[in-house]
Nanobody
Framework: QVHLAESGGGLVQDGGSLSLSCAAS????????MGWYRQSPGKERALVATLSTEGITNYADFVKGRFTISNANDTAFLQMNSLELEDTGVYYC??????????WGRGTQVTVSS
């Protein structure tokens, strides 16, 4: 079992910045992928960014150049800059060991206001 503890998020104005973090604990094994998905109002959950223990990143087109994902000691960080109204949503942390199940965090709300 893997526990994902998310923190960060909140309310920010259009053009502002926020950071999210997600600490994985429990049965955490390498190699793995950690990252973030988001669910915006009226939309399905979608990839935001992931990072593997091999250093491979995967960003959604709509965040490229604005968001940066990193990892240290089984904690994933998402730095979000130049936030837009469309970035509003619930951000879910994601973890998957290569040969195991995927785990999800409970989600953290990010609201971008005009």
């Amino acid at each position: 079992q893997v526990h994902l503890a998310e923190s960060g998020g909140g309310l920010v104005q259009d053009g502002g910045s926020l950071s999210l973090s997600c600490a994985a604990s429990g049965a955490v094994f390498s190699p793995y992928v950690m990252g973030w998905y988001r669910q915006s109002p009226g939309k399905e959950r979608a990839l935001v960014a992931t990072l593997s223990t091999e250093g491979i990143t995967n960003y959604a087109d709509f965040v490229k150049g604005r968001f940066t994902i990193s990892n240290a000691n089984d904690t994933a960080f998402l730095q979000m800059n130049s936030l837009e109204l469309e970035d509003t949503g619930v951000y879910y942390c994601y973890y998957k060991w290569t040969w195991g199940l995927a785990y999800w965090g409970r989600g953290t709300q990010v609201t971008v206001s005009s």
